[in-house]
């Protein structure tokens, strides 16, 4: 993504935490293109290397294999740092449901750590990957910032706590900070592997290979899928916003839009037949729901609009054509 327009100086140093994972790697490469210093915390639990190979040779890019368990760690990595952004998590609603003391102890432990570093280290501004998932049972719709209801799974906790946390830390120590909460996002170097996988790029390599994508109860359940750049974009933005009463609060990462499963898998079907057009008459097979899983996710941008200038270019048809013509040149 081309973030000069978003008037983000060169002169800054960023530390992105997680930047070897899907989201980081995009930022540390978008921060690598605007001239940034760009230095990565990951302990490559989730990352992956190669989604940093293109980036180790620039002058301007650093990497610090550490934990953000790791107290020493996160206080190398804020070191002499201008802004983190903070996407280190173990995400995943089932992966906390099987295993809920990891996630707590990364998303939770690992963040406050984080925090501590970064209030040490004086950094200019926090910015912090948070969740749709806080939402939980609320009935609400659209979804708005200060209307929530209770967790419905060990993952939407943790993410919950991280809210708080940062704003305990920003009354008490006078820390600026920013939470994202996250929806449904997808794009590029996203993995499509493992066994908790994002639905979009596990249909993709499903789809490719001429097998039928599995839909978790009968295709109904929406999202608010949100394209990569419209991630990085707010993320730009939550750096360079010299709004105060920007600060110290959470936004919704979104579009705007809500698209069944049903759709999704349509959609995907008719972007990768234009490449080989047996993928088309695919079927589509359907499973039982998921446990802790949300039926209905949209989002209300118009607070993003409002104090941090947020203003999407992708929707979930433009994205989904960049994200299916990356999967089949690199992935097929």
């Given at each position: 993504m081309d973030i000069e327009k978003l008037n983000l100086s060169s002169n800054y140093r960023i530390l992105v935490t997680g930047g070897a994972g899907f989201i980081g790697s995009n930022l540390c490469e978008a921060l690598i293109n605007n001239g940034n210093f760009v230095r990565c915390l990951d302990n490559f639990a989730t990352g992956k290397r190669e989604n940093l190979s293109h980036l180790m040779s620039n002058s301007n890019f650093e990497l610090i294999e550490g934990d953000i368990r790791n107290s020493k760690d996160c206080q190398k990595?804020?070191?002499?740092?201008d802004f983190v952004l903070h996407q280190a998590a173990l995400g995943s609603v089932p992966r906390s449901i099987n295993d809920p003391y990891t996630s707590n102890e990364v998303n939770v432990s690992g963040f406050l750590n984080m925090l501590i570093a970064a209030r040490d280290a004086k950094v200019k501004r926090f910015v912090y990957a948070a969740s749709s998932s806080t939402y939980g049972d609320s009935k609400n719709m659209p979804k708005i910032e200060n209307i929530i209801g209770s967790p419905l799974s060990p993952y939407a906790i943790t993410k919950y706590v991280n809210e708080l946390y940062a704003n305990v830390f920003s009354k008490t120590y006078g820390m600026e900070t920013i939470?994202?909460?996250?929806?449904?996002?997808?794009?590029?170097?996203?993995?499509?592997?493992?066994?908790?996988?994002?639905?979009i790029p596990k249909f993709v390599m499903q789809l490719m290979d001429h097998k039928s994508p599995t839909i978790n109860g009968d295709g109904s359940f929406s999202r608010d899928f949100t394209y990569i750049d419209n991630v990085i974009e707010m993320n730009v933005r939550s750096i360079t916003s010299s709004n105060l009463k920007a600060v110290n609060t959470v936004y919704n990462v979104?579009?705007?839009?809500?698209?069944?499963?049903?759709?999704?898998?349509g959609l995907l079907k008719q972007?990768?037949?234009?490449?080989?057009?047996?993928?088309?008459?695919?079927?589509?097979?359907?499973g039982p729901e998921r446990k802790g899983d949300v039926p209905h996710s949209l989002a209300s941008i118009d607070?993003?609009?409002?104090?941090?200038?947020?203003?999407?270019?992708?929707?979930?048809?433009?994205?989904?054509?960049?994200?299916?013509?990356w999967y089949w040149e690199n992935l097929r």
């Open positions: 990595a804020c070191s002499e740092i939470g994202l909460r996250y929806f449904n996002v997808f794009g590029r170097k996203q993995d499509p592997n493992g066994a908790y996988a994002a639905v979104a579009y705007g839009e809500r698209t069944s499963l049903n759709e999704l898998v972007y990768l037949g234009e490449y080989d057009s047996k993928i088309s008459t695919i079927d589509i097979t359907y607070k993003a609009k409002k104090f941090l200038g947020y203003n999407p270019k992708f929707d979930i048809k433009h994205g989904l054509k960049h994200a299916v013509k």
